[in-house]
Structures are given as C-alpha cells and as structure tokens.
T-cell receptor, first 107, second 116 residues
Framework: RKEVEQDPGPFNVPEGATVAFNCTYS??????FFWYRQDCRKEPKLLMS???SGNEDGRFTAQLNRASQYISLLIRDSKLSDSATYLC????????FGAGTRLTVKP | EAGVTQSPTHLIKTRGQQVTLRCSPI?????VYWYQQALGLGLQFLLW???????NRGNFPPRFSGRQFPNYSSELNVNALELEDSALYLC???????????????FGPGTRLTVL
C-alpha cells in the first residue's frame, strides 16, 4: 500500500465550479501535512499547510482528519489558472508525496 | 532571496554511464532533499541530507548516492545508469531538520535526465 494515496483524476471542471480532492495516508505517526501545486514540467510549489483545525486561504480550504488519516482540499470558484496537479504531502521525518490529482479548469 | 538552484537543467546520457547533479539550497537552509519524478509518476523520495550527513534514504539501489558540502550545497550521483533512470530530479531545501518543525520544502527547477 502506498504511504500517501490520491485519486489521480483527471478532474475536468468548468470555471466557477467547486472541486474537492481527497488524500489518505497510512502512517499514523505523520506530523505535518501540506498541499503542493505542480504545473506541467515545473517544480512543485507549496499551496498551503494543513492544520488540525482546518484552514482557509482565499478560495482554498484544507481539512485534516487524523482519526481517519484523511486530508482534503476544496477549491471554490475555480479559475483557469487553477489547472495543475495537486500533490498531497505528509511529513514524518521526511516528506512523502502523493502521486497527485490532475485538475483542468475549462472556460 | 535566491531560490533553490540546480544544474544542469538537462542532461542526456547512455546506459552504463555515471552522472552528477548539483543543488544549491536557499541561504540559511541546512536540509537538502532529492526526489525522482519519472514521467507521469509522483515524486519518489531519494535522499535527505542535513548538516553534511545523510539522514534518510528512500527505496533506491546503492548506485544512487550523494553528499552535502559544508556550504550545504549537495550532489546526487547515479552510477551505472539504466533506461528507467530517465526522470526529472528535483532538489528541495528547508530550514528545519525534519521530524521537528513544520516548515515547508522549497523546490529547485529540477534536472531532466534522459538515458538512451
């Protein structure tokens, strides 16, 4: 079983849609959680950290459920520029990346 | 503030050859991480260096090795290249020492290695 699992997608949504990505992790000792964004043929960049109480950054909301070992990312009012691959990242002693969920936002 | 830099940007090698990739972390960052991202696949953790020492390695054969220098820059060496080593090799740096703290990793642009 992979340490971090994500639905690979692709998710194809119209502009303005709300889309949610899920991620599960296997190691209950994981300490920190992140969502990264990776554009095609570019390096990953931090989108947001995920806190136990849930957190929001503009149109993006991240939630963590430690009991279920589950992380989510919600994107509201999708923009064309949100098209990218979203990587779920779990950190214990080092960072473990999910394979990513591909999102395409269409006009 | 300069970001993480990597060199070269692209590299073409043949099977059996050896390659060295280089990474300079963000100033003040002591931890350097190496990842392999094969086409269409997720990032696979390769190596983690901090304060000049190897702290952890992923599930890769010993022909993948590296080191970290006193100025915290790092090299990744791959010996006896195989076709499946073709991938984007990403280096990341962070301020924390792993296991503690929640600071994120910042990635360099990567080195795209093609093995023919």
């Amino acid at each position: 079983r992979k340490e971090v699992e994500q639905d690979p997608g692709p998710f194809n949504v119209p502009e303005g849609a709300t889309v949610a990505f899920n991620c599960t992790y296997s190691n209950s000792a994981s300490q920190s959680f992140f969502w990264y964004r990776q554009d095609c043929r570019k390096e990953p960049k931090l989108l947001m950290s995920v806190y136990s109480s849930g957190n929001e950054d503009g149109r993006f909301t991240a939630q963590l459920n430690r009991a279920s070992q589950y992380i989510s990312l919600l994107i509201r009012d999708s923009k064309l520029s949100d098209s990218a691959t979203y990587l779920c990242v779990v950190k214990r002693n080092d960072m473990r990346f999910g394979a990513g969920t591909r999102l395409t936002v269409k006009p | 503030e300069a970001g993480v830099t990597q060199s070269p940007t692209h590299l073409i090698k043949t099977r059996g050859q050896q390659v060295t990739l280089r990474c300079s972390p963000i100033s003040g960052h002591t931890s350097v991480y190496w990842y392999q991202q094969a086409l269409g696949l997720g990032l696979q953790f390769l190596l983690w260096y901090d304060e000049g020492e190897e702290r952890n390695r992923g599930n890769f054969p010993p022909r993948f090795s590296g080191r970290q220098f006193p100025n915290y820059s790092s090299e990744l060496n791959v010996n006896a290249l195989e076709l499946e080593d073709s991938a984007l090799y990403l280096c990341a740096s962070s301020r924390d020492r792993g296991g503690l703290g929640v600071t994120e990793q910042f990635f360099g642009p990567g080195t795209r290695l093609t093995v023919l």
